[in-house]
């Protein structure tokens, strides 16, 4: 039986467990097996946190225009998305509000590039006077998290649950972790192979890892 790979450390792996079979909402049919055991997650969360730094060091710009080249990649692969979605038991418009609202949400977070300049950090407001005379002053500077964000997603939402966190943190230059719902796993997992095919700047390394439980 076809286990699913979760994307880890820079590459694609099965779990070495027996494994939780996923059906097929429509037909009953086991699709797939979904397990996790044997994976190191405290070495996986130090990945992110290692390789996170190529996107912590992009602009706004190149992290908006990632996501936006990245919008439109996955557009052009919808027509398979939808099919493996009709598995989960979504009808057209579930599927069209879970994959295209997906995207939307990275063309939304792209969007925002023009609000900032073109670095990677970004001077809030004005300068604070903290000091008689201008002497001692203070100043807001928003700068990426050092950290990896861990999203935890809903089974009726395998692939907009996904993109919608993961384009508001990679905007922000923060690496992610994603752990979609098992029931409906098996769509995420073909969604995050296209993510990862695309090769648009740290997808790849840094940007975007798969795990289910």
């Known amino acids: 039986m076809k286990k699913l790979e979760s994307y880890i450390n820079g590459n694609w792996v099965s779990g070495t467990g027996e494994g939780v079979p ?101 001077v809030e407001g004005d300068p604070i006077d903290l000091s008689r005379g201008g002497h001692f002053m203070a100043h807001h500077i928003l700068v990426p998290k050092r950290g990896v964000a861990i999203h935890i997603n809903a089974f009726n939402f395998p692939v907009w649950g996904m993109l919608e966190k993961c384009a508001v943190n990679w905007m922000a230059g923060v690496p992610a972790v994603v752990k979609p719902a098992t029931n409906t796993s098996f769509l995420t997992e073909v969604v995050a192979r296209e993510i990862i095919a695309s090769n648009f700047s740290t997808f790849g390394t840094s940007a975007s890892h798969l795990m289910r439980p």
């Open 22 to 122: 996923m059906h097929d909402a429509v037909t009953g049919e086991i699709i797939a097996l979904s397990d996790t055991d044997g994976f190191d997650f405290d070495e996986i969360l130090n990945y992110g946190r290692i390789k996170g730094e190529a996107l912590r060091k992009m602009t706004f710009q190149e992290r908006g225009n990632m996501l936006k080249k990245l919008a439109f990649y996955l557009i052009k692969k919808k027509k398979h998305f939808y099919d493996v979605s009709y598995r989960t038991g979504a009808t057209k418009i579930d599927s069209w509000i879970d994959i295209e609202g997906g995207f939307g949400n990275l063309f939304a977070n792209a969007s925002l590039r023009k609000l900032f300049p073109n670095q990677s950090f970004h």
